[in-house]
């Protein structure tokens, strides 16, 4: 294990501290290291914390001894915040870096966020994803789908963010280690765990932003159905940061459950009312048009642009059946159920 290299001496060196977690995906963990070894800007270490694997990924992070400054370590499952946590306590740069085992990192990336944080310093930023150009056509119309302002994805990537302070997201986040001293960890492991941390690191005084050019290529699922089950718990976790922080929970948050009640409505139209029901279906069909006008401009893509239409309504009603599942059982619960019932790790 070689010491962390200083590539860039026109600026003074900042050690970037990068934590993975990990959990049955070695092959994915193989792409993000590879891509990581092809950074232009080099003094930096790789935290890998194997969340209590079947699947281990000890053998892929061997492979990568000569070419990063890597460590791996396994510990017993407890999700993925709190396994963060567990490379925050062992990192050893001054500024820690937290991607998704499905992410691809451009080469320019360190050196893109070292420029900016010695020009504007940010105490936390976040950085947009993008679709690489050789992910499949359902990637690369689900990536569309969660980077498009139609589908309220775009909110994520955007310098405008909700209530006008950047959130960061653990796909693609930095901190500066007085962060983690002063606000601590995760403290939810799942389920809107990094909006809480945020909020949290907010809530201290830190100055948050977003690197525009800090992005990265985000694999995500690579099929609809798992799209699915991804953006359904996405909606949960929107109602369960409302446990902690009802007034986190805006009105944009319910648009997404609105279009899925609207689109339950309109085989109800077809007994009731021939007009409503042609009225709901046109609205459909230019929403489905705008999609496919957008996407297959932005890809140069009609067969992307087709499959972004069909991403944008799973992703919408993934996050809607979420939300209004959770939403029904946070309606149900005690009003003092964060003191007496809820826990910080993952209400079930």
């Given at each position: 294990?070689?010491?962390?290299?200083?590539?860039?001496?026109?600026?003074?060196?900042?050690?970037?501290?990068?934590?993975?977690?990990?959990?049955?995906?070695?092959?994915?963990?193989?792409?993000?290291?590879?891509?990581?070894?092809?950074?232009?800007?080099?003094?930096?270490?790789?935290?890998?914390?194997?969340?209590?694997?079947?699947?281990?990924?000890?053998?892929?992070?061997?492979?990568?001894?000569?070419?990063?400054?890597?460590?791996?370590?396994?510990?017993?499952?407890?999700?993925?915040?709190?396994?963060?946590?567990?490379?925050?306590?062992?990192?050893?740069?001054?500024?820690?870096?937290?991607?998704?085992?499905?992410?691809?990192?451009?080469?320019?990336?360190?050196?893109?966020?070292?420029?900016?944080?010695?020009?504007?310093?940010?105490?936390?930023?976040?950085?947009?994803?993008?679709?690489?150009?050789?992910?499949?056509?359902v990637q690369k119309a689900i990536s569309y789908s969660m980077?498009?302002?139609?589908?309220?994805?775009?909110?994520?990537?955007?310098?405008?963010?909700?209530?006008?302070?950047?959130?960061?997201?653990?796909?693609?986040?930095?901190?500066?280690?007085?962060?983690?001293?002063?606000?601590?960890?995760?403290?939810?492991?799942?389920?809107?765990?990094?909006?809480?941390?945020?909020?949290?690191?907010?809530?201290?005084?830190?100055?948050?932003?977003?690197?525009?050019?800090?992005?990265?290529?985000?694999?995500?699922?690579?099929?609809?159905?798992?799209?699915?089950?991804?953006?359904?718990?996405?909606?949960?976790?929107?109602?369960?940061?409302?446990?902690?922080?009802?007034?986190?929970?805006?009105?944009?948050?319910?648009?997404?459950?609105?279009?899925?009640?609207?689109?339950?409505?309109?085989?109800?139209?077809?007994?009731?009312?021939?007009?409503?029901?042609?009225?709901?279906?046109?609205?459909?069909?230019?929403?489905?048009?705008?999609?496919?006008?957008?996407?297959?401009?932005?890809?140069?893509?009609?067969?992307?642009?087709?499959?972004?239409?069909?991403?944008?309504?799973?992703?919408?009603?993934?996050?809607?059946?979420?939300?209004?599942?959770?939403?029904?059982?946070?309606?149900?619960?005690?009003?003092?159920?964060?003191?007496?019932?809820?826990?910080?790790?993952?209400?079930?």
């Open positions: 294990m070689h010491p962390l290299r200083q590539t860039d001496s026109s600026l003074p060196t900042m050690r970037f501290s990068v934590i993975i977690p990990i959990f049955n995906r070695p092959g994915e963990l193989r792409e993000l290291l590879d891509s990581l070894s092809r950074q232009t800007y080099a003094p930096f270490e790789v935290l890998v914390i194997e969340d209590g694997s079947t699947e281990k990924a000890d053998g892929v992070v061997a492979e990568f001894t000569d070419r990063l400054h890597i460590r791996y370590f396994f510990k017993p499952n407890s999700g993925q915040g709190f396994t963060r946590n567990y490379g925050f306590e062992r990192a050893e740069g001054d500024y820690f870096v937290i991607f998704d085992s499905d992410a691809l990192v451009p080469p320019h990336y360190f050196a893109t966020v070292h420029q900016h944080l010695k020009t504007a310093w940010l105490d936390a930023y976040g950085g947009p994803d993008a679709a690489h150009p050789e992910f499949t056509p980077t498009s302002p139609f589908t309220t994805g775009g909110i994520r990537g955007s310098k405008k963010n909700l209530g006008g302070t950047y959130h960061p997201r653990s796909f693609n986040m930095g901190l500066a280690r007085a962060v983690w001293e002063k606000v601590g960890g995760y403290k939810l492991s799942r389920m809107g765990e990094d909006i809480e941390f945020a909020i949290r690191i907010i809530e201290n005084g830190f100055k948050t932003g977003l690197i525009p050019d800090a992005f990265i290529y985000h694999k995500r699922r690579t099929s609809f159905g798992q799209f699915f089950r991804q953006t359904r718990f996405f909606g949960r976790a929107r109602i369960n940061i409302a446990r902690y922080y009802p007034t986190e929970l805006k009105v944009v948050h319910a648009f997404p459950a609105l279009f899925t009640l609207f689109l339950a409505s309109v085989p109800v139209w077809a007994f009731l009312s021939s007009s409503l029901f042609w009225l709901s279906v046109s609205v459909l069909i230019l929403f489905s048009l705008l999609i496919l006008i957008d996407a297959t401009r932005k890809e140069r893509n009609l067969w992307v642009g087709l499959l972004s239409v069909v991403a944008a309504f799973v992703q919408l009603t993934g996050y809607g059946v979420g939300f209004l599942r959770e939403g029904w059982k946070r309606l149900r619960e005690p009003k003092d159920f964060r003191e007496t019932g809820a826990t910080m790790e993952y209400p079930s």
